[in-house]
């Protein structure tokens, strides 16, 4: 799913496009907080997993024992309880908090979750999977710039960011069924140099070094009238 808004448009608004049902979860990060949202994902069923805001108001219910068995970076597991303003009234939520400690970044994370079954060090695994969101922003700027638009309208703006999301799908396609291995930015860069020659793609990227001039004179030729 792709959706697409203007610079000030605030991101949590996204979050009413979402389809909720109780073998979901969504991962997002804190620049998506909104207290109506997670209250509703809670009366659908619905999981999700964030980072707490810092300056966010909530009262701490009950600290939850770390076992043994969960992984030692976990620092601490709550059940805190937030109000959701609802007009002129609020309303209780509960929701849990884990705190962890990464080692490899040096410091710690605060999640926020509707996720009360699941293992503590699980909900900080669910979040760190949301990188991947950020690998793909940073593999599209690398490959597809799109420094500069066709047209100025918004139709036209999103024609091209929709031919670049394509076009970088159908890459990784063709990268994840080819035998031989290939970096993303090389297999971008060599298609581009070879974008208007009558090969066949795969065979081609499975044996570059093979005498392709050959190949293509031995093949049969369209004629020019």
Known sequence: MVWFSEAKTHDHKFLEKLKCDENTIYVFDKGYNDYKAFEYFSSQKTGFVTRIKDDASYRRIENLDIQDHIHNGVLK???????????????????????????????????LTNLF???????AALYKIRWQIELLFKQLKQNFPLKYFLGDNENAIKIQIYCVLIVNLLMAVIQKKLKRRWAFSNLVSLVKIHLF???????FLENPEKDWILERNQTEQLALF
């Open 77 to 111: 597991d709550e059940i805190i309880e937030i109000e959701v303003k609802n007009g002129k009234e609020t309303t209780p939520l509960k929701l849990r908090e884990v705190t962890f400690y990464d080692r490899a970044n040096k410091r710690e994370f605060e999640f």
């Open 117 to 123: 079954d699941l293992r503590a060090d699980m909900i």
């Open 197 to 203: 020659d009558y090969i066949n793609l795969m065979r």
